[in-house]
């Protein structure tokens, strides 16, 4: 995995310490709602990139941001990583 450049007053990063359910739930969203924008469909009619780049505290075009995100996603969930499962 690359690193990831966020700003430290993010909303996201307060949200993991203080509410990570909401934290998680939006990164879910957030990355969904990205796929569909990098495809040419607008998630919603309130929805805007720009929320998305001052939420988590990123920046760049769509596509970037979708890797940050997914990136972000692997890391908390640890898929990107490969440990051996118990008894190998």
């Given at each position: 995995m ?7 007053d ?65 890391a ?13």
């Open positions: 690359k690193p990831i450049e966020i700003n430290e993010c909303k996201f990063l307060k949200d993991c310490t203080e509410n990570p359910n909401m934290a998680m739930y939006n990164l879910i969203t957030s990355k969904g709602a990205l796929q569909l924008w990098c495809k040419g469909i607008k998630p919603n009619m309130n929805w805007r990139l720009k929320d998305v780049k001052k939420y988590f505290g990123v920046t760049g075009n769509a596509e970037k941001i979708k890797i940050a995100l997914e990136t972000m996603y692997e908390i969930t640890k898929k990107g990583n490969n440990y051996p499962k118990k008894g190998e």
